[in-house]
């Protein structure tokens, strides 16, 4: 979906999401974007570590989680995406 984001210094212009949506033009939404990079290591055991750094948002965003506002911004309904778990600390 193409949006405009209320922040101007927010260069997402295209939204993509993985799953059912209700949004429809004009609606107000909320998107939840993982805004990491992950990079693997390898210690001295040989032993693979994760790690993860904050990285900038680009105009092509994928979002796992989608809230969509009533126009006086109270939330009507919130979808998430297929997924949304690979996404979510345990």
């Avoid at 260069?11 to 992950?38: C, D, H, R, W």
Wanted: proline content about 3%; charged content about 30%.
């Amino acid at each position: 979906m193409n949006v405009t984001p209320k922040n101007s210094n927010i260069p997402v212009k295209t939204l993509n999401f993985k799953g059912f949506s209700a949004a429809q033009t004009g609606n107000l939404i909320l998107a939840k974007i993982p805004k990491y990079e992950s990079r693997k290591a390898r210690n001295a055991l040989n032993k693979t570590t994760s790690f993860y750094f904050d990285r900038e948002l680009i105009k092509d965003e994928s979002a796992i989680e989608i809230i969509i506002l009533s126009s006086d911004e109270k939330v009507l309904r919130t979808e998430r995406a297929v997924d949304y778990e690979m996404f979510v600390k345990k």
